[in-house]
């Protein structure tokens, strides 16, 4: 029977849903790439299949990380597009953008910004760590 990750993000509203190797799913309602760090930090299996409510380079690379061969987004930015599409990745989605959009409203995510100049999962997760932390230390030093 074929586990359909699509589904279950379109009907039960999560934000994020990924089938591990081992059958596992993991699936969150948190927003960014949270779920996907999270999932990477957690888990001590791969990925077979994921979807995700938006997909930007930056998550596209974390899926490589994660070694998913199936990606579903309901909005995909271009550029994550052509990280499966090198990479020989199955994928899907609802609407194609040029890039993902912050949440402000006024310009490109940062975490898709932070990765735009490397193709290397590795390399990408490592960035966006430091991003992360970075905007965590921004965040306190303004409250």
């Given at each position: 029977m074929e586990f359909h990750v699509k589904q279950l993000l379109q009907q039960e509203g999560y934000s994020c849903v990924i089938l591990?190797?081992?059958?596992?799913?993991?699936?969150s309602k948190k927003s960014g790439i949270a779920p996907l760090m999270d999932f990477?930090?957690?888990?001590?299996?791969?990925?077979?299949?994921?979807?995700d409510k938006v997909v930007g380079k930056s998550a596209a690379l974390l899926f490589l990380k994660m070694g998913a061969r199936r990606?579903?987004?309901?909005?995909m930015s271009e550029h994550a597009k052509?990280?499966?599409?090198a990479h020989?990745?199955?994928?899907s989605y609802g609407k194609l953008?040029?890039?993902?959009?912050?949440?402000?409203?006024?310009g490109m995510c940062p975490m898709e910004e932070t990765v735009l100049e490397t193709d290397d999962a590795e390399t990408a997760y490592c960035?966006?760590?430091e991003k992360l932390k970075e905007m965590r230390n921004?965040?306190?030093t303004q409250a």
């Open positions: 591990s190797e081992d059958g596992t799913v993991f699936q990477i930090i957690k888990s001590q299996d791969k990925a077979r299949e994921a979807a990606v579903y987004g309901q909005v052509k990280v499966f599409d020989g990745v199955n994928y953008v040029p890039y993902i959009v912050n949440r402000r409203g006024d960035l966006l760590c921004k965040e306190g």
